[in-house]
């Protein structure tokens, strides 16, 4: 009696429609895995820039009203008088979006106000946030972007005064992100940020 050895055509289209099947299911899988890990990294890169943001924005306005000088030296002169946190907005924009403050930088006891660097300021303009640049006051154009709008939207940032500790206002600051690419990617903070120097 002949014996055959080998597969049959039915036992062959059998193994490769079960290997078909598990390429497919596995390139699905990388797929699927590759989408999750692009989605975690746009998220991680937005938490990093709300965080780089929220450092920026505490340790500026932390020295609002500094000046380099005693407090005889102010009080005996009212110019030397730091200035109060002054909040406002754009008049396209939401109301208590834009900051403007001032410290003594260079430390040579006074604010000089012909100093654009010694008057700063952030703002909501656009969605995106921006830095005051050479004394521009809220209404005006010129200011800098600090975020990048083809990348992610600033969907919020406002300012107010929250309270008092220790006879130094408190301000409260909301700040929240979102991403472009993707309108379910959002992050955001609230900073309570203490003026020791505001009087």
């Not at 998220?43 to 000046?67: D, I």
């Not at 830095?131 to 940032?157: I, M, N, P």
Request: hydrophobic share 45%; net charge negative; charged share 20%.
């Amino acid at each position: 009696m002949l014996t055959s050895s080998g597969i049959t055509l039915v036992e062959l289209t059998i193994a490769m429609a079960i290997s078909t099947t598990l390429v497919l299911f596995s390139a699905m899988g990388a797929a699927t895995i590759s989408k999750e890990l692009g989605y975690f990294q746009q998220q991680l890169a937005l938490h990093s820039e709300l965080r780089l943001l929220s450092q920026s924005l505490s340790l500026q306005l932390q020295r609002a009203g500094y000046v380099a000088s005693t407090f005889e030296e102010i009080f005996a002169n009212g110019a030397l008088l730091p200035p109060s946190i002054e909040i406002s907005h754009h008049p396209l924009e939401v109301e208590n979006s834009c900051v403007l403050f001032s410290y003594d930088k260079n430390a040579d006891g006074d604010i000089t106000h012909e100093d654009p660097a010694e008057l700063l300021g952030f703002r909501l303009r656009n969605k995106a946030l921006e830095y005051r640049v050479a004394s521009k006051s809220c209404a005006q154009g010129g200011w800098h972007d600090l975020t990048d709008a083809s990348e992610l939207y600033v969907t919020q940032f406002t300012i107010s005064l929250h309270g008092e500790v220790n006879r130094a206002p408190v301000y409260k600051v909301k700040l929240a992100l979102q991403s472009k690419a993707s309108a379910k990617l959002s992050a955001e903070q609230h900073l309570y940020i203490r003026v020791a120097n505001a009087i």
